[in-house]
């Protein structure tokens, strides 16, 4: 069976594909255990954790990521990872302990920057204003 799931973070998207396998976990064509900086690898695989790690010895998970920064991107990663779990084994009790645990790991973040706008350097901040 192959499942196929994605997880969102402001701009970075991550694409997971779950299969039958023996616990490869690769990030953009790259074992795990390469990802720097070593939070971000923490991250990505705490899924795994709460589960349990039997969990990751029956699965292959290939995701492909772009956009955003690492700590973007290791969350994106991170709810790939937990959505394509609960989707391929197809358990309550597993969408329950994530949803307990985090709501974001099955949930993608959907907050954004705020566009900028005219009169200032940012979105809400003003240019000063000099009276002499």
Known sequence: MVTNTSG?????????TVT???GRVRVNSQPVE????ELSRLK?????????DDLR??????VQVEGGGTSGQADAVRTAIARGLVQFH????LRDA?????RSLLVNDVRQTEPKKWGGPGARARYQ????
């Open 8 to 16: 969102k973070k402001k701009t970075a998207i991550a694409r997971a």
């Open 20 to 22: 039958d396998g023996e």
């Open 34 to 37: 390469l990802v720097e900086p």
């Open 44 to 52: 990505m695989l705490e899924p795994f954790r709460i589960a349990d």
């Open 57 to 62: 010895e029956e699965v292959d998970i290939d």
């Open 90 to 93: 197809n358990d309550a009790e």
């Open 98 to 102: 994530y949803m307990e645990f985090d």
């Open 129 to 132: 204003k000099s009276y002499r």
